[in-house]
């Protein structure tokens, strides 16, 4: 007797396999892909899987990084790890709930083929966890309310705003 598959458990698999998969499946409306993008993708593969601790990506705008790594990253892995923390920081608050409300959005999305919802408690674009487990994600601009929280995965995505703060004494 041959095992068949319920959709569910298909994509469920699917996704669980590769952060990449995940990112086709997710995007089929606008995904374009792109060698870098698949290497970056690899790359968040490594650091899900404990084998890479750090990582900076150096692209010029409009290339996907924050897309990928901000966005999309952190719903995924989550959705593997939810008991894990996670933390973006960005120079402001505004771009950092901008990209968590996009995480928050695609974890939604696909949190029923992990059978995991966002907390009742905890659903605000500054921070949301996920029902019945510690994990979730804090979001806060360059020195925000992060102080104290401890984190398994840490974005840090263009922390300094423009050249005159880049280039600024302080």
Same mark, same amino acid.
């Given at each position: 007797?041959?095992?068949?598959?319920?959709?569910?458990?298909?994509?469920?698999?699917?996704?669980?396999?590769?952060?990449?998969?995940?990112?086709?499946?997710?995007?089929?409306?606008?995904?374009?892909?792109?060698? +870098?993008?698949? &290497? *970056? @993708?690899?790359?968040?593969? /490594?650091?899900?899987?404990?084998?890479?601790?750090?990582?900076?990506? !150096?692209?010029?705008?409009?290339?996907?990084?924050?897309?990928?790594?901000?966005?999309?990253?952190?719903?995924?892995?989550?959705?593997?790890?939810?008991? +894990?923390?996670? &933390? *973006? @920081?960005?120079?402001?608050? /505004?771009?950092?709930?901008?990209?968590?409300?996009?995480?928050?959005? !695609?974890?939604?999305?696909?949190?029923?083929?992990?059978?995991?919802?966002?907390?009742?408690?905890?659903?605000?674009?500054?921070?949301?966890?996920?029902?019945?487990?510690?994990?979730?994600?804090?979001?806060?601009?360059?020195?925000?309310?992060?102080?104290?929280?401890?984190?398994?995965?840490?974005?840090?995505?263009?922390?300094?705003?423009?050249?005159?703060?880049?280039?600024?004494?302080?």
């Amino acid at each position: 007797m041959q095992y068949v598959a319920s959709p569910k458990e298909f994509d469920r698999a699917l996704f669980s396999r590769s952060f990449y998969d995940f990112l086709q499946t997710d995007g089929k409306a606008y995904w374009v892909d792109g060698t +870098h993008l698949r &290497i *970056i @993708s690899e790359r968040l593969q /490594d650091v899900a899987e404990g084998k890479l601790k750090k990582m900076i990506v !150096t692209l010029p705008p409009r290339h996907g990084k924050s897309e990928l790594i901000s966005k999309k990253f952190p719903a995924w892995y989550l959705l593997q790890n939810p008991n +894990h923390e996670i &933390i *973006i @920081s960005t120079y402001s608050a /505004d771009l950092s709930y901008d990209f968590s409300r996009i995480a928050t959005s !695609t974890f939604s999305r696909h949190s029923s083929l992990f059978d995991l919802q966002l907390a009742k408690d905890s659903q605000s674009v500054a921070r949301w966890g996920i029902e019945g487990y510690r994990g979730g994600l804090v979001a806060a601009g360059v020195g925000g309310p992060i102080t104290g929280r401890g984190f398994h995965i840490g974005i840090i995505d263009d922390p300094i705003k423009n050249r005159e703060e880049a280039n600024s004494d302080t």
